[in-house]
């Protein structure tokens, strides 16, 4: 997978060197050349000198070509406005943007725009967010503890049992929408083709919930 991440600071840094070691492409916006020296010369991707919104600079980090984009700077307003343009300009599949103002956050989230407002948490979600492409979260609790997912029902579960998704505190099958009639499930009711699967799965299980899924690691 091609990621830029504009912004160079605590959670940008972290956030690129987890996706980098873990084996995607990752290119780095900052217009401060001693941010993007801290990444050091063993970091596996690229490092752009400039500000994340502006075009000539978001070319250059190939983002024409990148399957997601975060906005992890220190300011609000150019983490929304990069994160809108990668959205609706370049079409960015995986946009998510890091917030403080938890208010403005909630404002961004209904209008469909990912946000994370927590440092200590930020990085390692964003990686979840971006990596986990065909689990695409349509909700979160609390600080995004939990998130509620959507997903059609793979072809590794039909005419499998909901009791084969379900994890006691990590997994759970909230509801099954089939033929247009959603209804709640017990863990005796099987999948079957078609079936949209609503999951709601604890942060930390997201790969145990891909792997049951049959779905492979975004790359």
């Keep these: 997978m091609r990621v830029i991440v504009m912004g160079c600071g605590r ?6 060197r987890l996706l980098a070691e873990d084996g995607h492409d990752v290119a780095v ?5 001693a941010a993007l020296a801290r990444l050091g010369p063993d970091f596996k991707g690229r490092s752009v000198l400039g500000v994340g919104f502006d075009r000539q600079v978001l070319l250059e980090a190939g983002i024409e070509a990148a399957d997601g984009f975060a906005a992890t700077s220190a300011s609000d307003n150019a983490n929304i406005v990069a994160a809108r343009i990668a959205r609706h300009v370049f079409r960015v599949p995986r946009v998510v943007a890091r917030l403080y103002d938890l208010r403005r956050a909630e404002i961004y989230r209904r209008l469909g725009l990912l946000t994370i407002s927590s440092i200590a948490w930020g990085a390692e979600r964003i990686c979840e967010l971006l990596s986990h ?3 695409d979260p349509v909700a979160s ?3 995004g503890e939990v998130s509620l997912l959507c997903i059609t029902a793979p072809p590794l579960l039909v005419g499998r049992q909901v009791k084969d998704l379900s994890v006691p505190n990590e997994i759970s ?3 099954i929408t089939r033929q247009g009639r959603a209804m709640l499930p017990t863990l005796g009711t099987e ?3 078609g079936d949209l699967i ?3 799965v604890l942060a930390r299980a997201m790969d145990t919930a891909e792997s049951l899924l049959g779905l492979s690691k975004g790359a």
Excluded: C, Q, W, Y
């Excluded at 959670?11 to 690129?16: C, L």
């Design 11 to 16: 959670v940008g840094e972290h956030t690129s």
């Design 29 to 33: 916006i900052d217009h401060d050349a």
């Design 133 to 135: 492409a065909e689990m």
């Design 141 to 143: 609790f609390g600080g």
């Design 173 to 175: 099958v909230v509801a």
């Design 191 to 193: 999948f079957r083709a």
């Design 198 to 200: 609503h999951l709601a």
